[in-house]
């Protein structure tokens, strides 16, 4: 099974600043997607970016961006110019492009603070 | 509807009762998932659905859980016999549709079980 490693279980970052989270994960698969899901208080779950791994150019979306290393199987998350709204729980994930309805697999999350 | 509908958003009850909590995929969406998160925890994977049958019922933790879908549509989780060792949050999503968005997850707001 593939394993999914966050290995920062917390973070913190000054209000303006730029602040990356790393994502680690282990595959024998050549083709999949990757995720970064932010879990606010709220406990309501969002994607935040997410990156095929056919393509390598590094997705981004605003102030997020990724650096996919496809070799070194790993996939972690810049957050530029961050804001109080950013403070939540961050979640790597990784899903087979083989089949449908595959299994996504979790890391166990990084916690962001943002310090105003 | 617009999103990932769960219900109820808080239950209590006592051990050794059995509750039910209901999970309302986006219209269409093929597959159907249940994770149990744990109070600072990652996600945990509970059972996924491809349709109304599911091909991975792995990560169960015990013969008390179980899970039924009615078609693509609504899912029940039901936990007999609860134990306090259950109290969680339980987090459903639903993958499906046409094009770039085929893959990724969609979450509920979750549920929060206690149990006394």
């Known amino acids: 099974a593939q394993t999914v490693t966050q290995s920062q279980p917390e973070m913190s970052v000054q209000e303006a600043e730029t602040v990356t989270l790393s994502c680690t994960y282990d595959?024998?698969?050549?083709?999949?997607?990757l995720f970064w899901y932010k879990q606010p208080p709220s406990r309501q779950m969002i994607l935040v970016i997410r990156?095929?791994?056919?393509?390598?150019q590094n997705a981004t979306e605003n102030r997020f961006s990724v650096n996919f290393q496809k070799a070194a199987k790993s996939f972690s998350l810049k957050i530029s110019d961050s804001q109080l709204g950013d403070a939540a729980m961050y979640f790597c994930?990784?899903?087979?492009?083989?089949?449908?309805?595959?299994?996504?697999?979790f890391g166990t999350g990084t916690s962001l603070t943002v310090i105003p | 509807g617009a999103g990932v509908s769960q219900s109820p958003s808080n239950k209590v009850t006592e051990k050794g009762k059995d509750v039910e909590l209901r999970c309302d995929p986006i219209?269409?969406?093929?597959?159907l998932y249940w994770y149990r998160q744990r109070l600072g925890q990652g996600l945990e994977f509970l059972i996924y659905?491809?349709?109304?049958?599911?091909?991975?019922k792995s990560g169960l933790p015990s013969d008390r859980f179980s899970a039924e879908r009615t078609g693509e549509s609504v899912s029940t989780l039901t936990i007999q016999r609860t134990q306090q060792e259950d109290s969680a949050v339980y987090l459903c999503?639903?993958?499906?549709?046409?094009?770039?968005?085929?893959?990724?997850?969609?979450f509920g707001p979750g549920t929060r079980l206690t149990v006394l």
């Open positions: 990156q095929e791994a056919y393509k390598q």
């Open positions: 994930a990784y899903r087979s492009a083989y089949g449908t309805g595959n299994q996504f697999y």
């Open positions: 659905f491809q349709g109304n049958s599911a091909p991975d």
């Open positions: 999503a639903s993958t499906g549709g046409q094009g770039v968005f085929y893959n990724e997850q969609f």
């Open positions: 595959t024998s698969e050549s083709d999949y997607y």
């Open positions: 219209s269409g969406h093929t597959a």
